[in-house]
């Protein structure tokens, strides 16, 4: 029933930002446990960040300080704001959300229930 739509991704330089978002339905976001994960081209799916339910934030370190992740209750639409970009942060970004909307976070995609189908971001150097 939960569906996520990402949108946002592009073509940016390197020290460029973007603002990704992720449009949900069949689950109240802001209430609820959601993350961003990334895949680059013949590389397993990482952990970027994630947003619990209480409202607590967790960012991988390479995107921790450059990266926010925050919601927008009356569009139940979460957001990732990325700024800095480097071209290591070249990848498919993923919304996603585990089984459980007040889970504990977690770095594993095998954890996530529901995915999105991903923007693609490329930066450039």
């Known amino acids: 029933q939960v569906q996520l739509v990402e949108s946002g991704g592009g073509l940016v330089q390197a020290g460029g930002s973007l603002r990704l978002s992720c449009v949900a339905s069949?689950?109240?976001?802001?209430?609820?446990?959601m993350n961003w994960f990334r895949q680059a081209p013949g590389k397993e799916r990482e952990f970027v960040a994630a947003?619990?339910?209480?409202?607590?934030?967790t960012y991988d370190d390479s995107a921790k300080g450059r990266f926010t992740i925050y919601v927008d209750n009356a569009k139940n639409t979460l957001y990732l704001q990325m700024n800095s970009l480097k071209p290591e942060d070249t990848a498919v970004y993923y919304c996603?959300?585990?089984?459980?909307?007040?889970?504990?976070?977690?770095?594993?995609?095998?954890?996530?229930?529901?995915w999105g189908k991903g923007t693609l971001v490329t930066v450039s150097s």
């Open positions: 069949g689950r109240t976001i802001s209430t609820s446990t």
């Open positions: 996603a959300a585990p089984r459980l909307l007040l889970a504990a976070v977690s770095t594993r995609p095998e954890n996530m229930e529901y």
């Open positions: 947003r619990r339910f209480i409202g607590d934030m």
